[in-house]
């Protein structure tokens, strides 16, 4: 059983991981480097069981705490021993910045990430995301790639965390159940791409630009689609270690989608 602790208060010292959590880039640095990642609601916090994350904590209100051990107790090897702090809606909202309306906030160690090569061996479909920097696009795109189907996502060095509370909420927590993985330097993610035998599509904007649906009538068998980030797109490096630039035809004066819907309906055409 998980071990409770009623009537916390905002100055509790137990409850740091909880603390600015609207701070976008405190957040961002902080969390990969404590090796932890928040998960908001039961939902997202029961796919992060489900997928063998370990909670280190759990913040709730009476209202959700029933639900939550619940929860807590059907997974007895990840939640035997996690404590579980309660206190009302002014003081959760008093540690993390903002009104936690799905009740429940949890503290989970991140798993270790596998290597480019290690995840890409077994895929024929990769999502490659480059610089992609709002964590709402990030958490789109994840759960386009699990409802559609990609067999994994890899994020550029400068990408935004697929684990910060807000691409996890996007996501609908399907960021635990994709496999995905942070590259290093490009040229050594194009090497290990080419070396496990994938074709790489850039999709951008192009004079030379192979349309989507031309481009799906001859799909490799291993592709690798790289997505650019919002506003300037893909970079110029990324753009000249393709194999081919590939984009979605337009109509009605629009150039392009947001990059979240145009990587869904990429995937819908070459799933």
């Known amino acids: 059983m998980p ?12 409850l740091r991981d909880y603390r600015d959590l609207t701070d976008v880039a405190l957040r961002s640095v902080r969390e990969p480097e404590e ?9 997202v916090l029961e796919r992060a069981l489900r997928a063998g994350h370990r909670p280190l904590s759990a913040l709730t ?15 007895p090897d990840l ?20 009104h936690v309306h799905r009740g429940t906030l949890a503290s989970i ?4 990430l596998p290597s480019v090569r290690d995840i890409v061996a077994v895929c024929s479909r990769v999502v490659v995301l480059e610089n992609i920097v709002d964590h709402t696009n990030v958490g789109a795109i994840f759960r386009s790639v699990a409802a559609i189907g990609a067999d994994a996502v890899i994020v550029s060095e400068s990408c935004a965390d697929p684990l910060y509370r807000r691409s996890v909420r ?3 927590g399907t960021v635990m159940q994709v496999p995905w993985t942070r590259a290093g330097a490009w040229e050594d993610l194009v090497s290990d791409l080419r070396t496990e035998g994938f074709e790489i599509a850039a999709l951008a904007l192009s004079a030379d630009a ?10 490799p068998e291993r592709l690798a689609l790289v997505l650019g980030t919002e ?24 150039d392009s989608l947001n990059v979240a819907a145009a990587s869904a309906v990429a995937m819908w055409a070459l799933r």
Do not use: N
């Not at 071990?3 to 137990?14: C, E, N, Y």
């Open 109 to 112: 160690a991140r798993p270790a």
């Open 35 to 43: 090796g932890i990642y928040i998960a908001e609601s039961l939902k």
């Open 61 to 75: 209100t009476t209202q959700w705490l029933e639900r939550l051990t619940d929860l807590c107790d059907a997974y």
């Open 231 to 254: 506003g300037d797109g893909l970079s110029q490096e990324a753009l000249e270690s393709a194999d081919c630039v590939v984009s979605i035809p337009m109509r009605g004066d629009v």
């Open 79 to 98: 939640c035997g021993d996690m404590p579980i702090y309660v206190g009302s809606d002014e003081v959760l909202e008093s540690i993390t910045g903002f």
């Open 170 to 172: 996007v996501s609908m």
């Open 210 to 219: 192979i349309a989507l649906d031309d481009f799906a009538r001859r799909a």
């Open 3 to 14: 071990i409770l602790h009623s009537a916390v208060t905002g100055a509790d010292p137990r």
